[in-house]
């Protein structure tokens, strides 16, 4: 039993032994500590200058409208010119946009219609960020070690999440709200650095089993992200994996956001330390379960991991809506967040070894797009089912995710891949 641990532990650690791998999870933790930062930065400029939630409202939206229009373009050009390109100047731009807005800020320069401005170029640069970071790790670490590598990062994108918000919270309270944006633009300058220094692996021949058509001779912008949306359609598998990224998005969005203050609230009788428990229940267990899955050896079936995930899902919401009791829900919401985190690291990984190199970050930009619609409409539906109680919402996700689990078992493509 030990010699086994060891030789888990000994796998899981092996990508951290490359340079160009530790820059990477460096860079990537860099620059979600910055987009922890902003946020805060942002939303307390804003209620401060406003005392309004509506304007607060107006600011987040108009950093989020860009970078969901905008992502497929950031998609066509990663896989045109290099992830590592595209996120070694789109670190850059965001530090210098947050620079500027930040001594903005401290002359006093600061108006809400700034911020806007501010918050749509936020949106539009991480756009060409996001894609490129998702597609990156197939050139910089060998495919049999990838799901260790994406456990790892996995981690560090966790870590990051929680500490980002908490740390910015922490440099507002006891500094000025113009300094989050200055430490901010720290932490996407260095992440500029750590990217324009790994060194990516040589190029590979195309992947065997790759879809039909390839997507990397297109040389108009249109053209490039038409022939992604035809790459993702043509392989029945990635578009089984794009419905079903939708359908647990959609259960995630919204009941684990308005579901969970209204447990905390309502059903449980509680506060935002419930709340704050909840959420550090989910992250908890993702950690873990990513750290399981990427310590494990061999390629296990991904596609039954994907409908054990759905059913594992929807048995956890359908348990939430019946729960009375705190340490039950808590109990309920970490093994959801295990579940989701070990079939994560299979699932990324598999994304990343058998799409085409040429056109992984189109693909991969589709999931994301699809991502941004379904989630808004998850939220809206939630709130409104929210108000007789989280029980008919959490059975109605449960259904979903059911479904989901019983459509992939029903496909041969699916269940079949590895």
């Given amino acids: 039993m030990a010699s086994t ?3 888990a532990g000994s796998r899981l650690w092996t990508p951290a032994r490359q340079p160009s791998f530790r820059l990477l999870w460096l860079g990537q933790s860099l620059s979600l500590l910055g987009d922890g930062f902003s946020y805060i930065a942002f939303s307390w400029i804003t209620l401060g200058l406003t005392q309004s939630t509506l304007a607060l409202g107006w600011v987040l939206a108009c950093q989020g409208i860009p970078r969901a229009l905008l992502t497929l373009v950031g998609g066509s050009l990663s896989d045109k010119w290099s992830s590592r390109t595209l996120m070694k100047f789109s670190s850059w731009a965001r530090a210098g946009l947050m620079a500027a807005v930040g001594l903005a800020g401290m002359a006093g320069a600061l108006n809400v219609w700034l911020l806007c401005c501010a918050a749509a170029a936020f949106g539009a640069v991480d756009a060409f960020f996001q894609p490129a970071r998702a597609s990156i790790l197939p050139s910089v670490v060998e495919k049999e070690m990838l799901p260790p590598a994406n456990a790892l990062l996995g981690v560090g994108t966790k870590v990051s999440a929680i500490l ?13 709200a113009h300094i989050a ?12 650095l750590c990217v324009a220094r790994i060194r990516t ?7 065997a089993g790759a879809a039909p058509e390839k997507a990397g001779a297109e040389d108009s912008l249109g053209a490039r992200i038409k022939a992604g949306l035809r790459y993702a359609w043509a392989d029945p598998r990635i578009r089984t994996i794009l419905a079903i990224d939708m359908a647990v998005t ?33 992250a908890g267990g993702a950690m873990l379960g990513t750290l399981v899955g990427g310590a494990l050896s061999g390629r296990p079936r991904v596609g039954l991991l994907i409908a054990a995930l759905a059913g594992w899902l929807a048995v956890g919401s359908g348990v939430l809506g019946l729960v009375d009791n705190t340490v039950a829900a808590l109990g309920t919401v970490l093994v959801m967040g295990f579940g989701m ?15 085409d190199g040429s056109v992984l970050s189109r693909v991969i930009s589709v999931d994301m797009v699809l991502g941004y619609a379904v989630a808004p409409l998850s939220l809206v539906l939630c709130g409104a089912m929210a108000q007789s109680g989280t029980g008919p919402m959490f ?9 989901t689990a019983l459509g992939v078992l029903a496909s041969r493509h699916v269940r079949e891949m590895r």
């Fill in 5 to 7: 641990l060891a030789s």
């Fill in 341 to 355: 985190g070990f079939q994560g690291v299979f699932g990324v990984s598999w994304i990343q070894r058998n799409i």
């Fill in 201 to 207: 692996l040589p190029a590979a021949a195309p992947a």
């Fill in 250 to 282: 959609f259960c995630q969005a919204g009941p684990f956001t308005v579901g969970f203050a209204t447990l905390a609230k309502v059903d449980l009788n509680g506060g935002s330390t419930t709340l704050g428990l909840l959420n550090g229940a989910l």
């Fill in 181 to 192: 944006f200055l430490v901010d633009a720290v932490c996407f300058a260095l992440c500029g």
């Fill in 164 to 176: 980002g918000p908490a740390v910015g919270g922490l440099v507002v309270a006891l500094s000025d």
């Fill in 395 to 403: 059975a109605l996700s449960a259904v979903v995710l059911g479904v």
